[in-house]
């Protein structure tokens, strides 16, 4: 399996971007999708996950009203929409696939992306 992330980039506090993750390789359509995110010193951390059919959708409280997660099982697509923006949302955004439907710690991830760069100005 191989995960393209893409749409990173810099913007503005309270700026938005749309990160993409592109899937190829297996039936993306039986996966649940997650967005984690990696600060520079900072763990990685669960960030957003949807399931296979569209549903069940995870936050992390952070991000909950500000971020909406998105899948196009069509397209092996996965979107996370990021709207008001804040500094301590920069980071390094990854996305991952995973055969369970709501265990979203890295460790029960199934296989990577590479990371796309975030980051916000104040």
């Known amino acids: 399996v191989q995960l393209q992330a893409s749409g990173g980039g810099q913007v503005q506090a309270g700026g938005s971007l749309r990160l993409s993750c592109a899937a190829s390789?297996?039936?993306?359509?039986?996966?649940?999708m997650g967005w984690f995110r990696q600060a520079p010193g900072k763990e990685r951390e669960f960030v957003a996950g949807?399931?296979?059919?569209?549903?069940?959708?995870y936050y992390v409280d952070s991000v909950k009203g500000r971020f909406t997660i998105s899948r196009d099982n069509a397209k092996n697509t996965v979107y996370l929409q990021m709207n008001s923006l804040k500094p301590e949302d920069t980071a390094d955004y990854y996305c991952?696939?995973?055969?369970?439907?709501?265990?979203?710690?890295?460790?029960?991830?199934?296989?990577w992306g590479k990371g796309t760069q975030v980051t916000v100005s104040s």
């Open positions: 991952a696939l995973t055969r369970y439907a709501s265990r979203w710690s890295p460790d029960d991830m199934d296989y």
């Open positions: 949807i399931g296979w059919s569209g549903g069940p959708i």
């Open positions: 390789g297996r039936t993306f359509s039986r996966y649940s």
